[in-house]
Structures are given as C-alpha cells and as structure tokens.
C-alpha cells in the first residue's frame, strides 16, 4: 500500500476505485493487480467498511490464489474488526520471512494483544537498520508511537527530516506526535501547512476536526468534518464527529439528525441511538429519552459499560419523574450487572452520562483516565457522588450500600450513607453511619451536613450540631 495517507484522495485511487466498483456493481470480474487488491482493502478499512473489505478479499483470492497478500489482507481485517487473537493465530502460519513488511504486519498484532514491549522492540530495530526514504521507517515510527513514546517518535521525525525536510509522511508522523504530546497550536500549525499544499485531503482535515473538538473548539472541529465530507461523502467518521460536535455546542436538534442518519445505516450500533436518547432529554422529552434507554439496554450486550449506563442513565429520568421503585430497580440491574471497566464514571457529567469512546474523548478526559488504573471501587464511589450531587439520594444510597462491603476504606461512604439517611429522617441508621465514619477519620462527613471540620468532636457533640 501507498503509506502516504493522502493517497485515497489522489485522483489516481479514485480512477482505482470507480473501476473496482463499477465492476463488482455489473457483476463483472475484472482484472486488478495484488498491489490494487491490497489497496483497495486498505481504503474500506480507513473507511471502517468491513464487509466492504472482506469482499475485496475474496475477490482478490479468485484472481491470485496462491498470493500471500491475501493473509495479510485477512489479518488486517482482522485487526480491523478487533480480533487480534484471530490475527495472530493466522500470522503463524505464514512462512517465516524476515522481511519489513511481515515484521510491521507482527508489531501491529502484538500491539492489539497490548503486547507492548514486543511490538515496540520490532518497530525499534527497524529504525534503526533504515534511511529515511524507506516507507517501513514511518510505519515504525508510528508503531513505536502507538506504544505510548510519543516523545522520542518526535524526536526521531525531526532528526529525519534534516535529511529529508519535505518528507510529508515523516511530517504526518510528527504531526500526530505532536497531538498524542498535546502540543495543540503546534500541531495545527502543521497541519494547515500540509493543507496549504493539498487542500481536498480528507485526512488532514480531520485530524484538524479532532485537535479542535478535543480542545473543546466544536464550531471549529464542525467545520472541518464538513470539509471533509464534501471532499468525500462515503467515508461515515465526520458525520459521527459532526453529530458529537452539534451536541456538545447545544445543537440538540441538528446533532440528533446526524445520530438518526447512523442509526438508519446501522440499527444495531449503539451509540448513535444513546446520543439520540440524550438529545430528547435535552431536549425536555423524558419519557421519549427513558423509552430510547429501555431499548438500548435491550439492544445492548449485558455486562457492557454501554448497559450500565443506560441503565443509570434510565434511573435518573424515571426518578426525576417521581417514578422512585422503577427508578431503583433499574439501578439495582446496573450496578449488580456492572462490567470489570467503568471507568468512565471517573469522567465529569452534567447530569446523564455520555457514551465515550476513543473518538469522542477530549484532552481533559484522556488526562484523568491515563492517570491511573482507576478501580471498581473507585469508579462505583464517584457513581454514587454523581447521583447525589444531582438530585438522587435514593439512587445513590443504593449503590454505596452495594460497594461498601468491598471497599478498603468505608469511611467517606459512611458519610454519604449517614447523610442521606438523615435527610429522610432515619436517625437512628444515621446515627450509626456518622460514629462509623467519624471512626474512620472522614472529611466528607463534615462538608456533606455543613460544619467545620474537628477531629476532637464526639459522636453526641456532632449530632447537637447537626440538629
């Protein structure tokens, strides 16, 4: 394949695909070279077209049937479709060859296994046996970058473009160091130079797009999504993002108008069916948001974060509807179905939860959910304070009744525990969750019922305050 990224929008590759698909429409079986088949497959890849790739696939097994491209078509599908175990078990059957391309094709595989040393080591020794003309050089740069050292990637880019100062696949690798690094302004800048020379390049305007909607500039990000997608109306990703850049800017009418063109292409998918749930609520439609809920936790895989929170999600509306039972039942079934990662709890919300993924993350987010392995313990705990500092005590109460018995330290869920029951007049429970969280030395106890804090207080001295 042609590494440089721009290659799709050439008019070369699009002359490639017309006739591809201009064949396969009329049924025909027309000649196309390996180099063609692989990319052709590698273009639906980019797109996120699987099928589309898979039948690119067989096609090419009809005219070369003893090409081994082929297995490295099926890999990267494979990868593609997040099967790395797949992968790798048809990697090993490939007769050994030491060559660029078959090392590369391994790092990626160990890379997805998160076998992170191993791939790094691979893409580390082909640094260092290239120049920087060769292509393997930049797709180890950016295996060595996937591996977290975005640093020393850019490094190495800036001591290869001495040598090779208008090398644009070096100035791509150095531009996407550049975001990993959060070095923004440096990042755009280069960028709009790249632009400056090929302005219709769908790839560097939406690397442009997600620098500006993960510094929270979505005006700006809407923009450049829509370049991209007159440039190119097949590819699906900017009428995602564009969606998301509508919801965040407030544009709940126009963003559920992007989700409901997604969910019409794929009734199965989730997460454009989530976002429409949000914009109703937003848009003061509860009923209509909590029924979308109810069929997104249908629709969902049990034991998965988008489960769980729809189901708190579906929760909060129902107790915002004085709908108190239904309301804990639902966030009985989340929290005792809940998935071994939830650490999106440790992301801010305004009230219902967001559906996140790699592509909707911003810089801020990324920086709380790569600052530690954060624990179900903690990700429950920050659930409960969220229900609370919204207007759901009951919801709340539930879920650090649930995570107390495992928690390390029950301290500051003792207080929260303590302060609701006090709300609704149990005093007596109340009483016993402030002696326990008192015992266990919690601040939180004495910001949650307004007080000063005084770790000399006594258990009857606290509650003449209180009262």
Known sequence: MNYEKGYFDTQEFRELLKKYEQATAMGMHAYFSIDEFVDLSSYYLYIEKHEKAE????????IHPAAGENTKMEIRLLLSKGE?????????????????????????ILLALKEYKKAYDIAYRLIKESTPEEDNLYEALEILLDC???????????????????NRSLLEVKAESLIELQRTNEAIELYNTLLDDTPYSTFYWEQLGRIYFMTGKYGKALECFEFESTINDEIEYPK?????????????????????????????????????ALCEF???NRSAAAEH??????????????AMLARANKAMILDAMGMGERAEEAISMAIMMHPDNMQQFMLP??????????????FSDMNILEQKEWSQEESLYRFGTHLYRHGHPGLALRVFRYIRPFSFDTSDIDAYIARILWERGDKESAETAIENAMNGKSCQLFTLFGITFDPEITLREFISRIQ
Not at 84 to 108: N, V
Not at 148 to 166: N, S, Y
Not at 349 to 362: C, F, G
């Open 55 to 62: 039948e690119v696939l067989n096609f090419s097994k009809q």
């Open 84 to 108: 790395p175990q797949k992968a790798l078990e048809l990697f090993s059957g490939i007769e050994f060859a030491d060559d660029s391309e078959t090392r590369i094709l391994h790092a990626e």
């Open 148 to 166: 977290g050292f975005a640093l020393e990637t850019l490094q190495m880019c800036d001591k290869a473009l001495k040598h090779m100062p208008g």
């Open 240 to 276: 995602m993002m564009m969606g998301h850049c509508y919801y965040r800017a407030g544009n709940y009418a126009k963003a559920e108008a992007q989700f409901a063109w997604l969910v019409e292409r794929y009734p199965q998918s989730v997460l454009p069916q989530f976002y429409i």
């Open 282 to 284: 937003h848009s003061g």
């Open 293 to 306: 809920f109810r069929e997104i936790i249908d629709k969902a895989t049990e034991g998965t974060i988008e």
């Open 349 to 362: 919300a305004p009230h219902l939860y967001e559906l996140r993924d790699k592509e909707n993350l911003s």
